[in-house]
């Protein structure tokens, strides 16, 4: 069973940077496709970004150019990368993994979540 334990994420200002860590215990994540969805109170779960097994990226119109998804196969840890953060960047993050990868926010495993805020 695929265990995704979250890490990073915090508060930081209009504008700064900041990089989630998604840590795949018991089971390597170089065989899941992964993916990064947030959600704020109210609002259905919304897709990120999305990396395939095979290096495939693809992000939610509202991030891209500014923020990356990556993987390091040695740590085994799936990351984001946020950078020029908005206000509506807030919400709550979660990582996900699935094979093949989900539809929508239909995925397998899923991390625990951390909170990101942004502030004026």
């Known amino acids: 069973q695929v265990h995704l ?3 990073g994420g915090g508060s930081v200002q209009a504008g700064g940077s900041l990089t989630l860590s998604c840590e795949g215990r018991a089971y390597t994540l170089s065989y899941y496709c992964m993916g990064w969805f947030r959600q704020t109170p109210g609002k ?4 990120v970004a999305v990396l395939d ?4 990226t693809t992000y939610a119109d509202s991030v891209k150019g500014r923020f990356t998804i990556s993987k390091d196969n040695a740590k085994n840890t ?3 990368e946020m950078s020029s953060l908005k ?3 807030t919400a709550m993050y979660y990582c996900a993994a699935d094979w ?3 539809v929508g926010d239909k995925w397998f495993y899923w991390g625990q979540g951390t909170q990101v805020t942004v502030s004026s």
């Not at 259905?44 to 897709?47: A, M, P, V």
């Open 5 to 7: 334990a979250q890490s």
């Open 44 to 47: 259905e779960r919304e897709g």
């Open 53 to 56: 097994t095979e290096g495939s």
């Open 78 to 80: 799936l990351y984001l």
């Open 87 to 89: 206000l509506e960047d």
């Open 100 to 102: 093949p990868c989900g």
